[in-house]
């Protein structure tokens, strides 16, 4: 008969945390061969800059990082992992990374409908199936790391010494990290994107797709089938953002990535559905305080 040893998630996160340093012993992203699954080292500040966050859980066992959305910092490190349950336009960083105190983790991309499957899944089991909630969970949250989160990301890491295990397991093993998240502390968050009446995270996969397009708030409202005064107010409470400010933000951090990415300001503002390159440069200036051409030289390099 099999013995399972539960291990202490402080054990695991030691573990975890000796697995990266073994694959990264100099700064850099490695791309595993687990789908979505990034590993980071950091040894350089990294000032918050725009980025745009789609569905991911960022777990970091050393230094501390940092997301900013709408004015909202988000500062995390070892203690706590960070939910982002759809896609966001945040600045994030990691501004006081350091050789000496390097900046360790992993980044998780969730699969929309493997997330979605298990949330109904949940709340089939538990009898929570259609229950309104009392109150919109945060955009973005912050979870403790309990011993169910700590003990399935050690054993999907633990699949990549192995390309075969990685191969044949990953799928299950990153079906039960998900599992862990929807039964965490960040479960609100998660079932709220991703479980029943999620109409707010599909709305923002519309926008997503769409950012060349004009949008409007009628629109969008119609997409998630709400008269306009309510989608608006879910709308906010989802994301803290009205939905005007959330297109803004979106096409504004797109167009920053795309920048720094090499393409010209022009290119960048025609493709995130900007007609006037005048228009374009004044409101990334007022957002970032620096006009598209001086952000292209000042981008830094490194996971966000």
Same mark, same amino acid.
């Given at each position: ?220 409202? *119609?997409?998630?089938?709400? &008269?306009?005064?309510? $989608?608006? %107010?879910? @709308?906010?409470? +989802?994301?803290?953002?009205? /939905?005007? =400010? ?24 025609? *493709?995130?559905?900007?007609? &006037?390159?005048?228009? $374009?440069? %004044?409101? @990334?200036?007022? +957002?970032?305080?620096?006009? /598209?051409? =001086? ?10």
């Amino acid at each position: 008969m099999m013995t399972i040893v539960c291990q202490p998630e402080g054990m695991s996160k030691e573990q975890i945390k000796h697995l990266i340093e073994r694959r990264l012993p100099e700064a850099g992203l490695e791309e595993t061969a687990l789908k979505g699954v990034q590993l980071f080292r950091v040894t350089e500040p990294v000032p918050c800059v725009p980025a745009v966050y789609q569905p991911t859980v960022v777990a970091i066992v050393s230094g501390g990082k940092e997301a900013i959305l709408d004015g909202q910092h988000h500062v995390y490190d070892s203690g706590k992992y960070l939910l982002c349950p759809m896609t966001l336009p945040v600045q994030a960083g990691a501004p006081q990374a350091s050789p000496e105190n390097p900046l360790l983790g992993v980044m998780i991309s969730l699969e929309p409908r493997v997330m979605r499957e298990l949330a109904l899944e949940i709340e089939t089991a538990t009898g929570g199936f259609g229950r309104p909630q009392a109150k919109a969970a945060s955009a973005l949250t912050l979870a403790a790391w309990d011993r169910g989160f700590a003990q399935a990301l050690l054993r999907l890491l633990d699949l990549l010494d192995d390309p075969v295990d990685a191969a044949v397991l990953g799928a299950g093993r990153l079906r039960e990290l998900y599992y862990a998240v929807l039964r965490g502390e960040a479960a609100a968050a998660a079932r709220q994107a991703f479980g029943v009446g999620n109409d707010i995270a599909r709305t923002i996969d519309y926008v997503s797709a769409r950012l060349n397009e004009p949008l409007t708030v009628d629109d969008l409202a *119609d997409h998630a089938g709400m &008269s306009r005064a309510v $989608f608006h %107010r879910r @709308f906010k409470d +989802a994301t803290r953002m009205s /939905p005007i =400010q959330f297109v803004k933000s979106m096409r504004l951090n797109q167009a920053a990535m795309k920048i720094a990415e090499g393409k010209t300001v022009s290119e960048a503002a025609w *493709d995130v559905g900007y007609q &006037s390159a005048s228009q $374009f440069s %004044r409101e @990334f200036r007022r +957002a970032y305080g620096q006009t /598209p051409r =001086q952000w292209r030289h000042a981008a830094p390099a490194g996971p966000l």
